[in-house]
């Protein structure tokens, strides 16, 4: 996610300023920016790619006697990083500038309503078009800027957190927020305005958090108003911060996969927004646009990935072939480099990373391109390596994912593979319209699911204290679900350091029922309603002997629920949905076991968060 800082007051304004940014860079960013006005009031910007270490070469000279400035850290979703596309971004006449953290989806509607109207743009930023808009109705109405801002934010459908600074305006900033955080710090005759409390907390301990489609003017006399987007007064609700700085960079979370874990109702939604339109019906992926017809027509696609995207590699397969009845292929891009595998022109290829920088990924990647195949990519960082030698591909924008084990990444690059499948089928005709619609209603709640899951973690808290000492865990699951039973199998093993095989519920009578006796746990997940009776024969075979079965069942299964020692209850969905909830209490039991048996859960030993190496 970007990271905001804005400050007008009394003191020297750039230092609090660059000192707010490095306290964001947790949240992982590919360029920073700074904007202030100077005695004259001129409007002066300077941005860079790169750290803001680089930032602060590129300045020179910290400037001194500035008294209100915006500075914001990029995290890039709509362009690739670099110095035009980093904020602040400039109105037309260069007398506003913006910074701002989300996705406004219908911004190149508004951008060439502005170009219409003679607005000429520079940068591929969605912001750029936000600063245009502002002073657009500023000089329409003749309004004052909290009015322009207020106007503008009507006509924005989208995510924002921004903080707008006006030449014309030196003696206040402007700042409003929609599904991304905004706070403001309240001090002695000063205020900061941050997308966290971590570059405020040293400041002051008053803050203000502000809510939804809710904007404010602070001023240098003092003085903030807050109203809604409707133009309602509000009346602000002071809070004393209580964390430290520490707690705040994890959002007040442990660890950064605590965090990423209950991020996911947010980042499962951003994934869909601007591609999912519910009231139309309608899937769009801007990204791989030019390549629907070469994506329905090819003969394989070949999915190709390392872990726990190889793992939604495999859901992915089961949704191609299953909706859009596309054969489908996945590899391990180790395996597949160096297999000397069948590559054909007509082949569309799909590299699914998190990172975009994972070295076996890359080298299967340029052994596809080198064969003539068509290569996508599904990233979760913009600019990496993989998002720029691959011919196209989408974000899956779950935002920076710090904890090593991966959770938001792979939800987020499930719900992609989801919308890729249906608008596959839909174009296709293998999926009736009932179905269709069904699935996408059902998709559009899934963030919500996942919320209601999330409130059962105490429950599997008790589960986890069950099962700590464990040595060994088997995870079983059918169909959809058993690319889950894998990839909770990592997610334990990788951070609690236990020993845990996934495995198609099926297979275990051809092995693995050797194992089970009173000291095998054994997971299974147990939504699936088409393999309902199978399932609850795996479990009798497991309870025969002496295994205790921890069941993912869905909300009302009774029998399946009686049978297991510990049930899991998470809510009913459509089946082929069912891996972006099953996976949820998975993840929550490994990261509580692993934090029972004292492990490092965000960085587990002997791990890298990308693995550039072969
Ligand atoms: C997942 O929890 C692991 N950290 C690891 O398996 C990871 O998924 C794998 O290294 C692939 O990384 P990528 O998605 O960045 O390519």
Redesign the pocket.
């Known amino acids: 996610m970007c990271g905001i800082v804005g400050y007008i007051g009394t003191k020297e304004a750039i230092p609090i300023i660059l000192n707010g940014l490095r306290r964001l860079e947790y949240r992982g960013y590919d360029s920073a920016g700074i904007a202030y006005l100077n005695g004259d009031n001129t409007l002066k910007v300077f941005k860079k790619k790169g750290k803001v270490n680089e930032l602060v070469k590129h300045l020179k000279n910290i400037p001194t006697n500035i008294h209100i400035a915006i500075g914001h850290t990029r995290w890039a979703t709509h362009g690739a990083p670099n110095d035009i596309n980093a904020h602040p971004q400039l109105s037309a006449s260069g007398k506003i500038t913006v910074i701002h953290n989300g996705i406004i989806e219908n911004y190149s509607i508004i951008k060439e309503a502005l170009i219409k109207q003679g607005y000429n743009f520079v940068s591929e930023t969605d912001t750029e078009v936000i600063a245009n808009l502002i002073e657009e109705i500023q000089s329409r109405d003749g309004v004052i800027l909290s009015e322009a801002v207020r106007l503008a934010l009507n006509e924005v459908i989208g995510a924002y957190a921004i903080v707008v600074m006006s030449s014309d305006f030196p003696d206040e900033l402007i700042a409003a927020r929609k599904s991304s955080p905004l706070v403001i710090g309240i001090g002695e005759n000063e205020f900061f305005l941050a997308s966290d409390a971590t570059p405020i907390v040293e400041h002051t301990k008053n803050v203000v958090y502000l809510n939804d489609e809710e904007i404010v003017s602070v001023k240098n006399d003092g003085t903030f108003l807050i109203k809604t987007i409707e133009n309602k007064i509000k009346t602000p609700f002071i809070e004393e911060l209580q964390m430290e700085l520490e707690m705040l960079e994890r959002g007040g979370y442990d660890y950064f996969m605590l965090k990423e874990i209950y991020e996911q109702p947010t980042t499962v939604k951003d994934s869909m927004r601007g591609r999912l339109n519910l009231e139309k019906g309608t899937i769009s992926l801007g990204g791989i646009k030019d390549y629907e017809h070469k994506l329905m027509n090819a003969p394989r696609i070949i999915l190709l ?6 793992h939604a590699a495999l859901i992915g397969e089961y949704l191609f072939e299953d909706l859009a009845r596309i054969p489908v292929e996945v590899d391990y891009a180790s395996e597949f480099r160096y297999r000397n595998p069948i590559i054909k022109e007509e082949d569309v290829v799909i590299a ?7 070295l076996d ?1 890359m080298a299967a990647i340029e052994l596809a391109k080198s064969k003539g195949a068509t290569v996508l990519g599904i990233c ?1 960082v913009v600019g990496s390596t ?1 998002s720029r030698i691959t011919d196209a591909g989408c974000y899956t924008h779950a935002g920076p994912e710090i904890g ?4 938001k ?2 939800t987020a690059q499930v719900t992609i593979l989801t919308l890729m499948a249906l608008l596959l089928a839909r174009k296709k005709g293998t999926i009736t319209d009932t179905h269709y619609h069904q699935i996408l209603i059902e998709l559009d709640k899934i963030p919500a699911k996942i919320e209601a899951v999330l409130k059962i973690s105490k429950q599997i808290e008790k589960i986890a204290a069950e099962f700590k000492d464990a040595r060994n865990f088997l995870y079983l699951g059918r169909a959809y679900n058993f690319p889950i039973a894998l990839e909770g199998a ?2 334990l093993k ?1 951070i609690s350091y236990i020993h845990a095989e996934g495995y198609p519920a099926a297979e275990m009578k051809h092995g693995p029922i050797a194992l089970i006796d009173e000291e095998m746990p054994v997971v299974v997940i147990a939504t699936n309603q088409s393999a309902y009776e199978k399932i609850t024969n795996n479990i009798m075979e497991v309870k025969a002997r002496r295994g205790k079965i921890i069941a993912i069942v869905a909300e009302g299964n009774g029998k399946i629920k009686e049978l297991a020692d510990y049930a899991i209850e998470i809510p009913e969905t459509e089946e082929i949905l069912s891996p972006l909830l099953s996976i949820i209490p998975l993840q929550i039991l490994a990261y509580h076991i692993a934090l029972m048996r004292g492990c490092n859960v965000d960085q587990p030993r002997n ?1 890298a ?3 550039t190496v072969e």
């Open positions: 990935a390392c872990g726990t995207s190889w699914i990373s998190q990172s975009g920088e994972t990924t979760n993989i090593v084990a991966s959770t990444a792979f990592l997610k990788e791990l968060k990308s693995v």
